[in-house]
């Protein structure tokens, strides 16, 4: 159990368009996902917290108007990185957090390589 | 100071021995703390969890956390070069929703 799901697992896209990243936890709910952004041979840094049915948290120094989170479902969570540009090229991994039973431990998606021309 | 260090090596352990990686925290109200180890190019996997003082042991792996000097460490017992990965200690704070804090993680190589 506690399964999570990234979609897509690489995306390439021109300078300035979006990209949507989704995350779903495939059997079991989670109130709470986070999303991290790791660029080569550094560790996870978290971009934002996502709760389910209101705002994210966004941690110091991430813009929310350029990376817009939706979390409308217990079982979903989305990433949008808008008007993309080269230097937001990274691995970004979205995790979540069991409801029950809550042993505070993680579950990480596959995680999504994004490359930004 | 970071709220989570460690070493970022690289390690470099031979095939058979024991590898030693270590953790430091600076929030006291941390409870719960986790290894996680990632491969190149994938996400991390938890290998162990560790909530209270003491050792905790799975298998060829060996948790121990010690509250008072703020230290967490992962012994590595009978290396093999499957175990060659960066592994990422994190600890959990206890603010609002218990997010996890990452450690840089350290980069350990077996060596047949």
């Known amino acids: 159990g506690a399964v999570v799901s990234q979609h897509p697992s690489w995306v390439i896209c021109k300078s300035g368009t979006s990209v949507k990243i989704e995350c779903r936890s495939l059997d079991f709910q989670a109130t709470t996902m986070f999303w991290y952004r790791q660029f080569p041979k550094q560790s996870l840094m978290l971009m934002a917290t996502s709760n389910e049915g209101s705002k994210a948290t966004y941690e110091q120094g991430v813009e929310k108007d350029k990376f817009l989170i939706n979390h409308a479902s217990l079982t979903l969570s989305t990433l949008t990185v808008t008007s993309a540009h080269p230097e937001d090229s990274s691995f970004y991994i979205c995790?979540?957090?069991?409801?029950?039973?809550?042993?505070?431990?993680?579950?990480f998606g596959e995680g999504s390589r994004l490359t930004v021309l | 100071q970071k709220e989570v260090e460690q070493n970022s090596g690289p390690l470099s352990v031979p095939e058979g021995a024991i590898a030693s990686l270590n953790c430091t925290y600076s929030?006291?109200?941390?409870?719960?703390f986790f290894w996680y180890r990632q491969y190149s190019g994938k996400s991390p996997e938890l290998i162990m969890s560790i909530y209270s003082n003491g050792d905790k042991e799975d298998g060829r792996f060996t948790a121990q956390l010690n509250k008072a000097s703020q230290y967490v460490s992962l012994l590595i017992r009978d290396s093999q070069p499957s175990d060659s990965a960066t592994y990422l200690c994190?600890?959990?704070?206890?603010?609002?929703?218990?997010?996890?804090?990452f450690g840089q993680g350290t980069r350990l190589t077996i060596n047949p």
């Open positions: 994190a600890g959990a704070i206890i603010q609002g929703a218990q997010k996890l804090v």
């Open positions: 995790s979540a957090r069991r409801v029950i039973p809550n042993t505070g431990e993680l579950f």
């Open positions: 929030d006291r109200g941390s409870q719960s």
